[in-house]
């Protein structure tokens, strides 16, 4: 079983998307996959609830108990761990259950800066585990055609954890899917954005050896 948590303690960086995205990927690739709801208020359990037929396994633990309480789960190829902004204690536990900390950061300054601390908290379990723990940043919310999506690049890269070479770009498809309770990879399974979903969770699982 291997543990991806998906962390930005800012809000607005499409960290649900891409973990509601992800897990739902991973089982269309044949994965068994529970998504992890950490967060209070509830996002991901929302998506889920809205639509009746919903094959992918969600489910809340929004307490810093996380890396304890997924041990009782039943066994799967993937746990996807959806985190919960501005809450220390909860980023802690979820990196602690993780083989791979995935962090969505936003083309803006403001989002590179605020970073700063969970990158920290992030080094700090990787020396820990030595090494076992991985990690990485995805650009999300890109606007095509702009520069500012090299530059955060440059800029993540001073924070020596690597930088995805597959985006997520500002797509409409991403919220009116959610708005249903699906995907766009339910919308348009030939379309774009279901392309550079699927992109994104084969990188990953490359990553992480699968």
Do not use: C
């Amino acid at each position: 079983m291997k543990v991806i948590a998906v962390l930005n303690q800012k809000g607005g960086s499409g960290k649900t998307t891409i973990a509601t995205h992800l897990a739902k990927s991973l089982e269309l690739k044949g994965y068994s996959v529970t998504l992890v709801d950490s967060d209070p208020q509830g996002s991901a359990r929302d998506w889920a609830a809205v639509r009746d037929e919903q094959s992918l396994k969600v489910i809340g633990i929004d307490r810093p108990t996380i890396e304890r309480d997924i041990k009782g789960l039943a066994a799967q190829d993937f746990i996807v761990i959806d985190g919960a902004p501005q809450a220390a204690d909860l980023a802690v536990s979820a990196i602690k259950a993780a083989d791979f900390v995935l962090i969505p950061v936003q083309p803006s300054p403001y989002d590179i800066w605020a970073a700063a601390d969970l990158v920290d908290l992030v080094k700090q379990r990787i020396e820990v585990t030595d090494g076992r723990l991985k990690a990485a940043f995805v650009v999300s919310r890109v606007i095509r055609g702009t520069r500012i999506g090299n530059e955060v690049e440059d800029a993540l890269n001073g924070y020596g954890l690597p930088v995805l070479d597959h985006r997520i770009y500002q797509r409409v498809s991403y919220p009116s899917s959610a708005a249903s309770g699906e995907t766009v990879m339910d919308l348009e399974p030939d379309g774009e954005a279901a392309h550079e979903v699927s992109l994104l969770t084969n990188e990953i699982t490359n990553i992480i050896n699968l």
